[in-house]
């Protein structure tokens, strides 16, 4: 039901501004331009990002894995070396998103964890994934 709800949203937002219904294949990032349309961009990012040539988990995580907000991997992403190719991280509502696709795409590697005090995040590195899985 949802699908046909968005489907029809997506008609009718086309057809409002005058263009054929499906030429626009995602409506979602018109209206939300800080949502990144590939989740796994933001992962390869965080995989590459080095802050004075440490990893995210070296630099401020432990045993392989990062605990934090998602504002807090917001600001550390543009402090670090990929901080210019992170321009469509406006607002901390674009990576809260991407990270919960990620969490449902890649769930062995970013998890949400919700306490009484805040919405967190766990991001795994890969390499302690694939140590992780030889161990199994």
Known sequence: ????????????????????????????????????????ELLALIDAARWEGKTLWEAFGEAGMWKGRAEQLAELLRASSVGT?????????????????????????????RTGLARRWIITSLDCVTCDSRDA
Do not use: C
Request: glycine share 8%; proline share 4%; no cysteine.
């Open 85 to 113: 190719k992170i321009a469509w991280l406006r607002a901390a509502g674009g990576i809260q998103y991407s990270l919960g696709v990620l969490s449902r795409i890649e769930a062995e590697r970013v998890k949400y964890h």
């Open 1 to 40: 039901m949802q699908e046909f709800a968005t489907t029809l949203y997506r008609e009718v937002f086309d057809t409002a501004i005058g263009i054929t219904p499906g030429v626009l294949k995602n409506v979602t990032n018109i209206l939300r331009p800080d949502r990144v349309e590939r989740p796994q």
